[in-house]
């Protein structure tokens, strides 16, 4: 990887399979020519670092540092002696995974770097063994900086479990470190070392941590799309997504076979379903299940199976082939099998035990004037006829096309954007929930992403400010290897992978799925302040109360933009957070 990047940085001296013709360097970096497509090279802003490394760092060659943004640990980077560390401090409640971030910056080639981590030793003999934790070092990669965008950044997107690597001058490298806190670990303070060798002596650095004498509250409901239609490795991926605070899936492309049964009746196979709830309880999932088992198209495979498709105009739609049609063209007997299809659903999901089930019919109908909208108006309304008592879940995002959807939907998600603006909105949004019933969640695309905090930020404060029953999030994609360093800039848009697989076939995150669990996180802590507060009273519960409007007041709406608090201040938060928790 090494020598491709410099080979990329440096001018791109010679082509991949006639595909990649390098170009010369422009002002923002190099430019790429991939697969006929031209990209050009982001590069970071720099900020302005005085850096005077310490005799004791020149000697061992290598300085350690944290800063605010991981992904900002790229090529080029130099850290400000603020940012220059020499022992790390910690807290964390029993059961709570917590990271360890920093960068090795090399003062001079440092050929075989490696990192390793002792027991935590802890009060009264207690002791964290160094199994607990997990060691991986930033593998860097060519990422485009938006979902269809003609640019790239190099970043250190991937986590992978190399303990050792080659660092150069002025080419730092991100280590990651996440340590789980056993469940029955004492309170305390424990004490370790990680231990940095570059090509001398190993350099011990410090590490204390206090766990908590409380256990974090259980998080709020969580869930990724996951976009998979074989189950064989559901159980895997359901696991490392439990792992990083999710609750539940959406289940958004079981694609489960549909086949005509007689004259108006219609017959789903469930043995794929069935495999993925078999997988979803295997993981320890218990919470509800987003099922969408045929991506958009229950009302145009009716057609299909049926034979009247040909009579529709079609459109191609998230990379399905959707029938268009007004309401009323729809063949009235197809709106009673679609019911019967709905029932059978629910049904099955009794009889088989499965754990309770929202439908997901339509995805995103946001324009009130188009097919889709017509679609989804449709199908929720047959498939509350159809069984009064079925939860329904979609993608909706203003209040418009919620509206247009009433009564038909008991969980709205909804962009983050739209519901970060303010104060205005959330009064407005307050008074539809009051007259339509049912619930708000959120909704993001953190997989479009390649840093850490927006990820954090989005994974638990601002939906604590915004007072959101859930949140969801696109997507979980398959996690494969990356075996084209070019790959993101293939094709129409951006892989999108929160996870990958490593040299060994181990699953490998990225940072940006680190930052989603540490976001959520930190709103378990919310949610832990929140319920100590429900058993208090008088003057202590009015204390902490006043705490925590306050700390949610210091989380800025998104007003359309951005923000530009970042992880400093989320630590100091959760910090405040836990201390007026132990207050009560």
Same mark, same amino acid.
């Given at each position: 990887m090494?020598?491709?990047i410099?080979?990329l940085?440096f001018?791109l001296?010679?082509?991949?399979y006639?595909?990649i013709?390098p170009a010369?360097?422009?002002?923002?970096?190099?430019?790429l020519?991939?697969d006929g497509?031209?990209? $050009?090279?982001?590069?970071?802003?720099r900020?302005?670092?005085?850096?005077s490394?310490t005799?004791?760092?020149?000697a061992?060659?290598f300085?350690?540092?944290q800063?605010?943004?991981?992904?900002?640990?790229?090529?080029g980077?130099v850290?400000?002696?603020s940012e220059?560390?020499?022992?790390?401090?910690?807290?964390a409640?029993?059961?709570?995974?917590?990271?360890?971030?920093f960068?090795?910056?090399a003062?001079?080639p440092l050929?075989r770097l490696?990192i390793?981590i002792?027991?935590?030793?802890g009060?009264?003999?207690?002791?964290i063994?160094?199994?607990?934790?997990?060691?991986r070092l930033?593998?860097y990669?060519?990422?485009?900086?938006?979902?269809?965008?003609?640019?790239?950044?190099?970043?250190?997107?991937?986590?992978?479990?190399n303990?050792s690597?080659?660092v150069?001058p002025e *080419?730092?490298q991100l280590?990651w470190i996440?340590l789980?806190?056993?469940?029955n670990?004492?309170s305390?303070r424990? *004490?370790t070392?990680?231990?940095v060798?570059?090509?001398?002596?190993?350099?011990l650095?410090?590490?204390?941590?206090?766990?908590l004498?409380?256990?974090?509250?259980r998080? $709020?409901?969580?869930?990724?799309y996951?976009?998979e239609s074989?189950p064989?490795?559901?159980?895997?991926?359901?696991?490392?997504m439990?792992?990083h605070?999710?609750?539940?899936?959406?289940?958004?492309?079981?694609?489960?076979?549909?086949?005509?049964k007689?004259?108006?009746?219609?017959?789903?196979?469930?043995?794929?379903?069935?495999?993925f709830?078999?997988a979803?309880?295997k993981a320890?999932?218990?919470?509800?299940?987003?099922?969408?088992?045929f991506?958009?198209?229950?009302?145009?495979?009716?057609l299909?199976v049926?034979?009247?498709a040909?009579?529709?105009p079609?459109?191609?739609?998230?990379?399905?082939n959707?029938?268009?049609?007004?309401?009323q063209?729809y063949?009235?007997?197809?709106r009673?099998?679609?019911?019967q299809?709905?029932?059978?659903?629910?049904?099955?999901?009794r009889?088989?035990?499965?754990?309770?089930t929202l439908?997901?019919l339509v995805d995103?109908?946001?324009?009130?004037?188009s097919?889709?909208?017509?679609?989804?108006?449709?199908e929720y309304?047959?498939a $509350?006829?159809?069984?009064?008592?079925?939860?329904?879940?979609c993608t909706v995002?203003?209040?418009?096309?919620?509206?247009?959807?009433?009564?038909?939907?008991?969980?709205?998600?909804c962009t983050?954007?739209?519901?970060?603006q303010?104060?205005v909105?959330?009064?407005?949004?307050?008074?539809?929930l009051?007259n339509?019933?049912?619930?708000?969640?959120?909704i993001?695309?953190?997989?479009?992403?390649?840093d850490?905090?927006?990820?954090?930020?989005?994974g638990g404060?601002l939906?604590?400010k915004?007072?959101?029953k859930?949140?969801?999030?696109?997507t979980?994609?398959?996690?494969r290897q990356?075996?084209?360093?070019?790959?993101?800039?293939r094709?129409?848009?951006?892989?999108?992978?929160l996870v990958?697989?490593?040299s060994?076939g181990?699953?490998?995150?990225?940072?940006?799925w /680190?930052?989603?669990r540490a976001?959520?996180?930190?709103?378990r802590?919310?949610?832990?302040?929140e319920?100590?507060?429900?058993?208090?009273?008088?003057?202590?519960?009015?204390r902490?109360?006043q705490?925590?409007n306050?700390?949610?007041? /210091?989380?800025?709406?998104?007003?359309?933009?951005?923000?530009?608090w970042?992880?400093?201040?989320?630590?100091?938060?959760?910090r405040r957070?836990?201390?007026?928790?132990?207050?009560l």
């Amino acid at each position: 990887m090494a020598k491709s990047i410099r080979l990329l940085l440096f001018g791109l001296l010679a082509a991949l399979y006639c595909c990649i013709v390098p170009a010369t360097n422009c002002e923002s970096g190099a430019v790429l020519q991939i697969d006929g497509r031209e990209f $050009k090279e982001v590069k970071p802003a720099r900020h302005s670092a005085i850096f005077s490394p310490t005799q004791a760092e020149k000697a061992r060659g290598f300085s350690v540092f944290q800063t605010e943004e991981p992904t900002a640990i790229t090529e080029g980077f130099v850290p400000d002696n603020s940012e220059l560390v020499h022992s790390f401090h910690l807290f964390a409640a029993p059961g709570q995974y917590e990271p360890i971030v920093f960068g090795i910056y090399a003062l001079r080639p440092l050929k075989r770097l490696e990192i390793s981590i002792s027991n935590f030793e802890g009060p009264s003999g207690a002791v964290i063994d160094k199994s607990a934790v997990d060691l991986r070092l930033g593998r860097y990669i060519i990422q485009r900086t938006g979902y269809t965008e003609l640019q790239y950044h190099i970043v250190p997107k991937l986590l992978e479990k190399n303990h050792s690597v080659e660092v150069m001058p002025e *080419r730092p490298q991100l280590c990651w470190i996440t340590l789980h806190v056993p469940d029955n670990s004492p309170s305390g303070r424990y *004490r370790t070392c990680i231990h940095v060798q570059g090509d001398g002596a190993p350099v011990l650095i410090p590490v204390e941590l206090r766990v908590l004498p409380f256990e974090l509250a259980r998080g $709020k409901p969580w869930m990724l799309y996951y976009y998979e239609s074989d189950p064989a490795d559901a159980e895997l991926h359901f696991r490392d997504m439990r792992e990083h605070g999710m609750t539940s899936v959406i289940l958004a492309q079981v694609n489960a076979p549909l086949q005509k049964k007689d004259d108006n009746l219609a017959a789903v196979d469930f043995a794929g379903s069935d495999a993925f709830v078999e997988a979803y309880r295997k993981a320890g999932f218990t919470d509800p299940l987003i099922y969408n088992p045929f991506h958009d198209r229950l009302a145009t495979r009716l057609l299909e199976v049926f034979g009247l498709a040909d009579r529709y105009p079609r459109e191609i739609a998230y990379g399905e082939n959707i029938c268009i049609f007004k309401e009323q063209e729809y063949p009235a007997f197809l709106r009673e099998t679609y019911k019967q299809v709905v029932n059978d659903i629910i049904q099955h999901a009794r009889k088989t035990d499965w754990p309770p089930t929202l439908l997901y019919l339509v995805d995103e109908p946001n324009n009130v004037d188009s097919w889709r909208m017509t679609a989804a108006r449709m199908e929720y309304r047959l498939a $509350k006829e159809a069984l009064p008592s079925v939860r329904t879940f979609c993608t909706v995002y203003s209040i418009p096309a919620m509206e247009n959807l009433d009564p038909f939907l008991d969980a709205r998600a909804c962009t983050m954007d739209y519901l970060g603006q303010g104060e205005v909105l959330q009064s407005k949004l307050k008074k539809y929930l009051k007259n339509a019933g049912g619930e708000i969640w959120g909704i993001d695309w953190p997989a479009m992403w390649d840093d850490f905090w927006r990820a954090r930020e989005l994974g638990g404060f601002l939906p604590a400010k915004l007072g959101l029953k859930a949140m969801t999030a696109w997507t979980y994609y398959k996690p494969r290897q990356l075996a084209d360093e070019y790959g993101d800039l293939r094709g129409e848009s951006k892989q999108c992978l929160l996870v990958y697989k490593d040299s060994r076939g181990e699953l490998a995150p990225t940072v940006t799925w /680190e930052g989603l669990r540490a976001g959520i996180t930190d709103w378990r802590y919310v949610i832990t302040l929140e319920e100590a507060l429900a058993k208090s009273d008088g003057a202590k519960r009015e204390r902490g109360m006043q705490a925590l409007n306050e700390i949610l007041s /210091e989380v800025p709406w998104l007003n359309g933009k951005r923000t530009t608090w970042t992880n400093n201040k989320a630590r100091e938060l959760r910090r405040r957070i836990a201390d007026t928790i132990l207050s009560l």
